[in-house]
Antibody
Framework: QLQLQESGPGLVKPSETLSLTCTVSGGSISSSSYYWGWIRQPPGKGLEWIGS???????YYNPSLKSRVTISVDTSKNQFSLKLSSVTAADTAVYYC???????????????????WGQGTLVTVSS | EIVLTQSPGTLSLSPGERATLSCRAS???????LAWYQQKPGQAPRLLIYGASSRATGIPDRFSGSGSGTDFTLTISRLEPEDFAVYYC?????????FGQGTRLEIK
């Protein structure tokens, strides 16, 4: 059974870089059938897709966050990671990692449904 | 970017009743690439439906999805106590992936 687990600091100072890692167990991150992604949810609010990555390292970002986001993959550790720079209080959220299903052609790269999800980790931006 | 609008914002029903949740897209969602999720307090979302009408593994058949183009519906045929939660739709027909704002299904 595939499982994902987020890890990283729960508190980040404004203007600094948020860094999280997602560890995948029960399956290989190098599968050609899936993308891997990050989604966030501010307290009491809805869901926002941050970006996706393929095992080859190809990345796809939400234009609203693209200038501040870097997603990378480490296939040897079965992990992928998120970095979000220049954070503000508006970046306070629960951050989820997930596998994306429904991989299609290049035109739809980075898109798909999310399943399964990690349990999520709350990151608070505060001094 | 495709904007998804869910209605109603809150739906108050009793166990055993039928629930109908709506998701409307600002432009056509290609090939019905639409998913539905259930989220309970303190938990990650759980995939219910993908491809507008295909149930995910382990999802009871009281959950069904329908629709195409810009109008999609999630139906729960007979509500069980564990079905009261927040439901989100998500389109993956084009980038960026986008979510609706959610419908809260509460016990009447």
């Amino acid at each position: 059974q595939l499982q994902l687990q987020e890890s990283g600091p729960g508190l980040v100072k404004p203007s600094e870089t948020l860094s999280l890692t997602c560890t995948v167990s029960g399956g290989s991150i190098s599968s050609s059938s899936y993308y891997w992604g990050w989604i966030r949810q501010p307290p009491g609010k809805g869901l926002e897709w941050i970006g996706s990555i393929y095992y080859s390292g190809s990345t796809y970002y939400n234009p609203s966050l693209k200038s501040r986001v870097t997603i990378s993959v480490d296939t040897s550790k079965n992990q992928f990671s998120l970095k979000l720079s220049s954070v503000t209080a508006a970046d306070t959220a629960v951050y989820y990692c997930a596998r994306l299903g429904g991989v299609r052609g290049i035109a739809a790269a980075g898109t798909g449904w999310f399943d399964p999800w990690g349990q999520g980790t709350l990151v608070t931006v505060s001094s | 970017e495709i904007v998804l609008t869910q209605s109603p914002g809150t739906l108050s029903l009793s166990p055993g009743e039928r629930a109908t949740l709506s998701c409307r897209a600002s432009q056509s969602v290609s090939s019905s690439y639409l998913a539905w999720y259930q989220q309970k307090p303190g938990q990650a979302p759980r995939l219910l439906i993908y491809g507008a009408s295909s149930r995910a593994t382990g999802i009871p058949d009281r959950f069904s999805g329908s629709g195409s183009g810009t109008d999609f519906t999630l139906t729960i045929s007979r509500l069980e106590p564990e079905d009261f939660a927040v439901y989100y739709c998500q389109q993956y027909g084009s980038s960026p992936n986008t979510f609706g704002q959610g419908t809260r299904l509460e016990i009447k």
